[in-house]
């Protein structure tokens, strides 16, 4: 990933400690228009103040959840509101991606075309499949991983513009022992989205892995949000919540969501 999605000629990226995920402005200063950053869907709707560019955040989700739909109704919403996406999907095909994004209101292939929107392509590797899309390793073992991130991600420019979206990380266990894709992703994905100022937001099935593991990943990141399925509600009932944010401060209870026609993910009322 890179930040050449924003022209540096016509877009002035404000001061770090002055970014805020708030709703997307551009005015004029000797015509370069300051870009501010737009809002997280869902996420900032719970918080009682913006979360920073750099921010990472770890969501532990049941797999009968609503956590895939909400993913791309937060990466539709960012991207609809001016910033750039980065979305990682291991457990569907790229054109699944492209094609819920596309029912959301998103301009798909235009953003591709300006880079603003970037899909890598983990679903093909997963399946033993080589991808023939432009971001994409071509196998899942951790050296590899390890040696491809490095390579095409981590020495690009701070893109505090960018929102990375990882569906389900819990794939790597698939291919690797727990310590060692744990150890990558504390040496790798969560650093990267400190130094270069992207707001992450990975995704992991809940009650599969070690406890250890968990604690690992829950330590070294800045929030944890839950999404599960409530069986015992009469109907059942899909919820969210924020379970620590470290910093801004939050509404920590469980929140019940509606799934419109169109896989849109939003608060109940």
């Known amino acids: ?14 001061p770090n400690c002055a970014i805020t995920h708030e709703n997307h402005k551009s ?27 750099g921010t990472n955040l770890l969501v532990e989700f049941d797999p009968a959840s609503q956590w895939f739909n909400a993913s791309l109704t937060i990466a539709a919403g960012w991207l609809r509101s001016g910033g750039g996406v980065s979305y990682v999907t291991h457990s569907q095909p790229p054109d699944d991606v492209r094609s819920q994004l596309h029912s959301l209101g998103v301009a798909v292939e235009n953003l591709e075309q300006k880079d603003r929107l970037w899909i890598t392509d983990l679903y093909s590797a997963s399946i033993g499949r080589k991808s023939t899309e432009k971001f994409a390793p071509e196998s899942l073992k951790v050296a590899d991983m390890s ?14 513009e960018f929102l990375v979206l990882s569906d389900n990380g819990s794939i790597l266990d698939r291919f690797n022992d727990e310590k060692n894709w744990v150890e990558l992703y504390l040496t790798r994905p969560i650093p990267m989205g400190r130094s270069r100022q992207l707001t992450q937001i990975m995704g992991f099935l809940s009650n599969v892995h070690s406890s250890w593991a968990y604690k690992q990943l829950e330590a070294a990141v800045d929030g944890i949000i839950d999404f599960k399925l409530d069986e015992a509600s009469d109907p059942v009932e899909n919820l969210i919540r924020i379970r620590s944010l470290r910093k801004t401060g939050f509404d920590g209870r469980w929140h019940k969501l509606n799934i419109a026609q169109n896989l849109e993910v939003t608060l109940a009322k």
């Open 27 to 53: 005015f004029g200063t000797n015509n370069s228009p300051v870009f501010s950053l737009p809002r997280i869907p869902l996420v900032e709707d719970l918080t009682k103040g913006p979360i920073p560019p």
């Open 147 to 160: 040696l491809w991130i490095a390579r095409d991600a981590m020495a690009d420019a701070p893109a505090p």
């Open 1 to 14: 990933m890179s930040d050449r999605s924003f022209d540096s000629k016509r877009f002035r990226i404000i």
